[in-house]
């Protein structure tokens, strides 16, 4: 058999190969998406026509609730901000989010599943319990109380990307923990665990170099679906006024809470923009998380590899000799 070249073995590369029909269809879908957020994200400072905290050009001031125009795209906002700019700069301080929070719950999350797991004994009951009590807590109760914690509830950038990404990462531990757990529970009993114990490997040799890397091929289906919540747990933040100061970054979630009492008034552009971004940011991570799910089942695999190597009359013939061999013996 052929062996794959490296771009054809990177993990989204590799699953859009795989996929066919609404899988593939959801991959495309969720890539395009998120892409266009990686983007905004990666390149704000020269996508955005302003500053995030800029209020005038050129000597005149924007104007509170401007209506949308060719020098304001989307229009202002009732601080007098450019809605198109805040958006694009939005998506900068969400990536940061999920960047530090889905990486320290990762590293955490990977670290204690493999210790539990290998070694088991007390330390490991003793972790299930923590994990599952932790596990408990609501996230949005959890971030509102670290935001209030660490920087009394009205932040700066480092600080409330802080708060929300210490309090998601405090909840998403255990999922990484319970995953990583279970499959080193099961891998550290086949054969070629104990063939390196046999040939005198390290303990923490085995564990990174052997269980690691057949214990984590699940995680970048979790990672997904936490992605998206850690934006909708920073919107949430914001919305609730206990997010990003609009002088230090641009966040959707506080940008939705002003704009309320502008809907009120008919004003429509200043909610839009910023509750759309977060409405497609979360579905293009969603669909890529369940495609990679479905992509994940070995009976969706399966028929994959059916298809792809029988002809829909060629399925019909070989499907017909195993039918009547089982009417035979029925009979």
Do not use: C
């Not at 957020?37 to 104007?63: H, K, R, T």
């Not at 319970?178 to 923490?204: I, L, N």
């Not at 970054?249 to 008034?265: C, H, P, R």
């Not at 429509?268 to 990679?292: H, K, M, R």
């Amino acid at each position: 058999m052929a062996r794959l070249r490296l771009v054809d073995r990177l993990p989204v590369i590799h699953q859009f190969r795989q996929s066919v029909g609404l899988q593939r269809g959801m991959l495309v879908a969720g890539l395009v998406l998120t892409g266009i957020f990686l983007v905004m994200a990666l390149f704000a400072p020269w996508i955005a026509p302003y500053s995030y905290n800029q209020l005038s050009a050129d000597g005149e001031n924007f104007g509170s609730q401007q209506p949308p125009s060719a020098e304001h795209w989307l229009g202002t906002t009732v601080g007098g901000y450019d809605v198109l700019s805040r958006t694009i700069w939005g998506a900068q301080t969400a990536l940061l989010v999920i960047v530090v929070a889905v990486v320290l719950s990762i590293f955490a999350g990977i670290l204690l599943g493999l210790v539990s797991g290998y070694f088991g004994g007390w330390a490991d009951r003793t972790l299930v319990v923590i994990a599952d009590a932790i596990y408990a807590f609501p996230t949005l109760l959890l971030a509102i109380v670290a935001s209030i914690a660490i920087s009394g509830g009205q932040s700066g950038l480092w600080a409330g990307i802080l708060s929300a990404a210490i309090s998601i990462t405090v909840v998403f531990i255990p999922q990484y923990f319970r995953v990583v757990r279970a499959e080193t529970v099961r891998v550290k009993s086949e054969a070629f665990v104990e063939s390196a114990k046999v040939t005198g490997a390290s303990t923490w040799r085995i564990m990174f170099r052997h269980v690691f890397r057949n214990a984590t091929r699940t995680l970048p289906l979790i990672f997904t679906l936490n992605a998206s919540e850690a934006i909708l747990t920073l919107a949430a933040l914001g919305f609730l006024g206990f997010g990003i100061e609009p002088t230090a970054a641009a966040e959707w979630g506080y940008d939705l809470n002003k704009s309320i009492s502008d809907v009120t008034s008919g004003i429509w552009w200043t909610a839009i923009p910023p509750g759309v971004a977060i409405v497609l940011v979360v579905l293009g991570v969603t669909l890529i998380g369940e495609s990679l799910n479905d992509l994940a089942d070995p009976r969706l695999r399966a028929r994959r590899r059916a298809s792809r190597t029988l002809t829909p009359a060629d399925a019909v013939a070989a499907q017909q000799p195993a039918s009547r061999e089982f009417m035979g013996e029925v009979e």
